[in-house]
T-cell receptor, first 116, second 112 residues
């Protein structure tokens, strides 16, 4: 149980295009999902916290207009990188927390974004 | 702002050795702590979770402890194996896992 998936697992795009990454909780309902970014040889940095049905809360220094987060249902959150640039190339990982009961975060396998 | 330090940054040991990885937090008010393993280019694999009422967790050859008074955690790996080679990340969580703060990791290489 407690499986989180991400799609796509990797994506290559041209500079200036937008990319959408999906995060799904497969066997539980997630009221809260978290988006992290990991640069090469660095640790995970929390980008934003999204609660189902409300606006995401962004960490300091993260541009909310560039990284659009939608959490429209209890099993799906999306991160859209708008007008991507090479410096946005990174490993993006989501995590999800169950609606009730277990408060632990469960992590997805990550999405590798490369912007040319 | 919470900052997490992991020592050492890298470690290379021969197979069979017992080893200790360290993690410390600038703000000792950690509610939960979790150790993860990350293989190159992959996501996170949860190893051990220490919840608010706990001080220690064990799973197989792994043992993790948390000293909340000092904001320090250790991951003990017994009888290391080449398959243990990976980057190990610790992460401290606020109340109810609202936020996780990750360390920069310890890259472990276990030589056959």
């Amino acid at each position: 149980g407690a499986v989180v998936s991400q799609h796509p697992s990797w994506v290559i795009c041209k500079s200036g295009t937008s990319v959408k990454i999906e995060c799904r909780s497969l066997d539980f309902q997630a009221t809260t999902m978290f988006w992290y970014r990991q640069f090469p040889k660095q640790s995970l940095m929390l980008m934003a916290t999204s609660n189902e049905g409300s606006k995401a809360t962004y960490e300091q220094g993260v541009e909310k207009d560039k990284f659009l987060i939608n959490h429209a249902s209890l099993t799906l959150s999306t991160l859209t990188v708008t007008s991507a640039h090479p410096e946005d190339s990174s490993f993006y990982i989501c995590s999800a927390r169950a609606a009730s009961g277990i408060a632990e975060q469960f992590f997805g396998p990550g999405t590798r974004l490369t912007v040319l | 702002k919470q900052e997490v330090t992991q020592i050492p940054a890298a470690l290379s040991v021969p197979e069979g050795e017992n080893l200790v990885l360290n993690c410390s937090f600038t703000d000792s008010a950690i509610y939960n702590l979790q150790w993860f393993r990350q293989d190159p280019g992959k996501g996170l694999t949860s190893l051990l979770l220490i919840q608010s009422s706990q001080r220690e967790q064990t799973s197989g050859r792994l043992n993790a402890s948390l000293d909340k008074s000092s904001g320090r955690s250790t991951l003990y790996i017994a009888a290391s194996q080449p398959g243990d080679s990976a980057t190990y990340l610790c992460a401290g969580g606020e109340y109810n896992f609202n936020k996780f703060y990750f360390g920069s990791g310890t890259k472990l290489n276990v030589k056959p």
